[in-house]
């Protein structure tokens, strides 16, 4: 048994991520709040505010598409900043992980029952753009509801990148550099804001390698009811930035707390 | 209890931790009997978290072999585990919950059924002396507090085995002296203890067997009473001040053992009659005469250098 054996998947990782849903349902005033308020913002600003000069864009209302866009992007910055600070505090200062160590659960369960939560998170936070979509009137049909599992995958995706910066990092400050070089190209890259195809032919083929711009790819159709154009490529790319962060999170939590 | 089990609980063989090229553990060999408490007693950096975090499977360890209960470490670290109770040298309890659900917490951590945790909850927080305190937040109690609440934690899953690493450091004497009650409590209904400590008071009166270590090597083993005998004479006298070079010649006459720390001086013999009888007789002399003890077998073996 060394750092590097291949983790296992039980469900004993459910009680890791059952403990993260006590303690968010402790604070879920000001993160409904969080959920809500802010994607509600950002709609009525950008998607109003801009669409009218933006007008239509791939064929949609701006507004259409600035709301599917965030709904994945969302997602991504919830994962991560979950992954990261929440993360790093229960690994680090509040020594979380070492209480849980000392019963039968492994770090194989604590990396998994974290990425779980993580994409819980996502979850709550694409639910709520959904909400708030629907009632602007930019949500084409029940199809929409396929975009709820979409997001639960990006959120799996980008948590297991974040728990590995945990795993890495010294303190909190150490995030930043994923953010600045990671997250925010990501955001502006990866067809939220604009269509890829307006880029230049090269860049189209970079932005692809990025996960966001699956996800970008697979909620954007189900959301405002479009065809989708490679669901399969979309989710066997996430599922597996997913699978293989997981199993580097893992050797590197190890790695940090069996010494 | 399985009859296959060996009556010790833990045996070790040529344990061993390397960090880099410096050895924390080298290559030591003991077994801890069922039903005993049992002390690792070492200045810091002896290597005594080192082991107790490689017999629970909690640090790889670099050469030997190891059995709990009979199984094998690290292959079967979780079974044992789920036999074991951990008290930490840190408080780790969880911040974002109550004192009550930090021990829901840890029951759905061993995977304890909610109707089998809860009324073990309430006996722990009783044994704990929290159940006022229920509802309060953990930062909220105080240092003794804290610990009742982490040995109970350590017993939610009514372990077999509980290990305690220096399970009263940072605690005021009220508050040390209701945990030693709380673990002679235990070890007489049966549980087996393994603690480190350096308080020799709190290895004397807890611990049947001891293990002395420095430098991750085992220096001697045996009961408190064995290693005093082994090691030091059978009584002191610590003469204090600068008066103390005076009785110096003397005491060296008497074929006392002599130690100097500061202005103090110790002076260990087994006929302390003569000696007491002269310092009594010197004008201004300041002394304390005692039955030897632990500590100064600990300071023999270990030396009085400053450790960090």
């Known amino acids: ?117 993580c994409a819980t998170k996502s979850l ?24 709820i599992p979409a997001v639960f995958l990006t959120g799996l995706c980008f948590a297991g990148p974040a728990i590995v910066m945990s795993a890495l990092g010294s303190s909190y400050d150490f995030f930043n550099y994923y953010f600045v070089l990671v997250v925010t190209p990501m955001f502006m890259l990866s067809g939220v804001f604009y269509p890829i195809d307006t880029l230049p032919h090269v860049m189209q083929g970079l932005v692809h390698i990025l996960p966001l711009t699956h996800a970008v790819e697979l909620i954007r159709p189900l959301v405002t009811g479009q065809a989708l154009t490679q669901p399969i490529t979309n989710i066997a790319v996430l599922a597996a930035y997913a699978l293989a962060t997981y199993y580097l999170a893992v050797v590197l939590v190890r790695r940090r707390m069996l010494v | ?161 509980v290990v305690l690493d220096e399970p009263t450091t940072g605690l005021d004497p009220q508050a040390r002296h209701i945990i030693w009650g709380r673990l002679a409590e235990l070890r007489a209904n049966g549980t087996t203890l393994i603690l480190t400590t350096h308080y020799m008071e709190e290895a004397e009166r807890l611990c049947d067997e001891l293990i002395i270590m420095d430098h991750g090597r085992i220096l001697d083993q045996g009961s408190p009473g064995e290693l005093i005998a082994r090691h030091v004479e059978a009584e002191v006298i610590e003469v204090r001040g600068e008066r103390s070079v005076l009785f110096e010649p003397i005491a060296r006459d008497c074929g006392c053992r002599l130690e100097r720390m500061g202005t103090s001086l110790y002076c260990y013999t087994n006929a302390a009659g003569a000696l007491i009888a002269h310092l009594q007789a010197t004008p201004g002399m300041v002394f304390l005469h005692r039955p030897a003890g632990l500590e100064d077998v600990f300071l023999k073996l270990t030396g009085r250098e400053l450790r960090d």
């Open chain 1, 1 to 117: 048994m060394t750092a590097w054996s291949l983790p296992k998947l039980r469900p004993d990782a459910l009680a890791v991520w059952r403990r993260n849903v006590l303690v968010w349902r402790k604070l879920i005033g000001p993160a409904l709040l969080m959920n809500f308020g802010e994607p509600a913002i950002y709609l009525l600003g950008l998607g109003f505010g801009l669409g009218g000069f933006v007008g239509n864009m791939s064929g949609m209302p701006y507004l259409a598409f600035l709301a599917s866009g965030i709904i994945a992007s969302s997602a991504m910055t919830t994962a991560s900043f979950e992954g990261m600070y929440s993360v790093f505090t229960r690994m680090v200062p509040q020594r979380t992980y070492e209480a849980i160590l000392a019963t039968p659960l492994e770090v194989d369960d604590i990396v998994a029952g974290e990425m779980l939560w």
């Open chain 1, 124 to 147: 709550t936070s694409g639910v709520a753009i959904l909400i708030v979509a629907t009632m602007l009137g930019v949500v084409h049909g029940w199809q929409a509801l396929w975009a």
């Open chain 2, 1 to 161: 209890m399985n009859m296959n089990e060996p009556d010790s609980i833990v045996s070790a063989r040529g344990l061993r931790k390397r960090f880099g090229d410096r050895s924390a553990v080298d290559g030591i060999d003991f077994e801890i009997k069922r039903g005993r408490c049992f002390g690792f007693l070492g200045p810091n950096g002896a290597g005594k978290t080192t082991t107790l975090r490689m017999l629970l499977g909690l640090s790889p360890m670099s050469a030997g072999s190891l059995t709990v209960f009979g199984l094998p470490i690290p292959e079967q670290a979780r079974v044992v585990r789920a036999r074991v109770g951990i008290v930490p040298q840190a408080d780790n309890l969880d911040p974002d919950f109550s004192v009550a659900e930090n021990l829901e917490i840890y029951a759905a951590y061993f995977g304890i059924p909610k109707q089998l945790a809860a009324p073990r909850i309430e006996r722990l927080l009783e044994f704990a002396a929290l159940t006022e305190r229920r509802t309060a937040k953990v930062d909220t109690l105080s240092g003794g507090m804290k610990r009742r609440l982490i040995i109970a934690r350590a017993l939610i899953n009514e372990p077999e085995l």
